[in-house]
Every structure is written in C-alpha cells, then in structure tokens.
C-alpha cells in the first residue's frame, strides 16, 4: 500500500520566518512528488518533482526531491500572513497521485 | 486555464437519500478523479477514470459508484447517503500518459449527511 507521511502535522510562525515542510513516501513505481496549497477552497499546484537533487523555485518557495532517501521538503522563505494554508504533499504512481495528510501553516502578523 | 467545475458547493441530505455530485472539466482531459478530504486524514481517492465508461476502484469506493457518459464530465453517485459520508469532496482532472500526473481541482462539494 503506498503511503505518505508529512510532517509536521501544524506550525505558526510569525511573518517573516521561513518554514521547511517534510514529506516521505513509500510507494511503487514512483513517477513524481507534487506539493499544492490549499486555502479554503480547491488545492492549487505549486510543484512537480521527478529528479534527484534539482530544486525548483516559484518566489518565495522552493523544492527538493531525494529519491534515495525517499523524501522531499517545501521551502517558504519570509513568510507572509498570506502563506498561511494546508500544504499537500502528493506522490504520483500509476494513474493515481497517493497523498499525505497535509501540513497546516499558520503565519501570524 | 484549466477549469474543473462541480455542480455544488455545499449540500444537505437526509440518511438514505442517493446523492449525485457532478463535476465537469474543459480541458479534454482524460483522466478525472474523485476524492474526499476528512480532517487528519488527507485527500482519499474514491474512484477514478481514465476514459470514457471506464472506471477503476480507488482506495475507499465502498458506497459509492460512478458514471462517465462523457469525456468532459464525471459524476459520483452515493446510492443511500450515511452520515459518514459527511465530508468534503474534491474532483479533479489530468492529462494521460508520462508527465501528466498534476491534477487540477474542482472547488469542492462540502456534502452534510443528517
């Protein structure tokens, strides 16, 4: 059964902070890792990984992939109050994308 | 922009009633899914499709099924609602084949079983 564990599970932090989320996975025939954010309404894509050691930068965030240590990690440098949502990892096998149960960012003013 | 659309944002029904939540897409996409999200828990896959008629058994179908009369359109069926099927249900939608495994989501159906 694949399986994704985030962590951790919730954090506040204060603006500009910045934040490393945590994502491992087990999961057959890996394709990629994505990470969406979620405000109070439909996830968005921030971003899909399927190399080793490339990172991937949008802004104020970034993105790591390790596929030999099986984990990946979401940046968010100088945070801002509108950072503050549920950040989804998701791993891509066959047909389907396996999801953890979420990381929820609180960024207080 | 792709743009997946669901019939209903928020929705109220009685134990035993059969639900219908559709979700429509305009991007030609050939796979469309359907998720519910529970607090803890994360996004399970109840169903997916990746063409028209076909349908595959995610990681929690029981009680539900599923239509595809259509390439644009997806629709989940709960055929007698219980209250722990309250939950929020998301659908979403990806292209096929290597590379295509970003799914873009519908805004979600908050369903409340009483």
């Known amino acids: 059964e694949d399986k994704v564990v985030q962590s951790p599970l919730s954090l506040v932090v204060h603006e500009g902070d910045t934040v490393t989320l945590n994502c491992s996975y087990e999961?057959?025939?890996?394709?990629?890792l994505l990470w969406y954010k979620q405000e109070k309404k439909a996830p968005t894509f921030l971003f899909m990984l399927?190399?080793?050691?490339i990172e991937k930068k949008s802004g104020r965030l970034s993105s790591i992939l390790d596929k030999k240590e099986l984990f990946s990690i979401l940046n968010i440098t100088a945070t801002q109050t509108g950072d503050s949502a549920v950040y989804l990892c998701?791993?891509?096998?066959?047909?389907?994308?396996?999801f953890g149960a979420g990381t929820t960012v609180t960024v207080r003013a | 922009d792709v743009k997946v659309t669901q019939s209903s944002r928020y929705l109220v029904k009685r134990t035993g009633e059969k639900v219908f939540l559709e979700c429509v897409q305009d991007?030609?996409?050939?796979?469309m899914f359907w998720y519910r999200q529970d607090p803890g828990l994360g996004l399970r896959l109840i169903y997916f499709?990746?063409?028209?008629?076909m349908k595959e058994k995610g990681d929690i179908p029981e009680g539900y099924s599923v239509s595809r009369e259509k390439k644009e359109r997806f629709s989940l069926i709960l055929e007698s609602a219980s209250t722990n099927q309250t939950s929020m249900y998301l659908c979403?939608?990806?292209?096929w084949g290597s590379g295509s495994e970003t799914q873009y989501f519908g805004p979600g159906t908050r369903l409340l079983v009483l």
């Open positions: 399927t190399s080793s050691g």
């Open positions: 991007m030609d996409h050939e796979n």
């Open positions: 979403a939608s990806s292209l």
């Open positions: 999961v057959t025939n890996f394709r990629s």
């Open positions: 499709s990746y063409d028209v008629k």
């Open positions: 998701a791993v891509g096998g066959d047909y389907k994308l396996s």
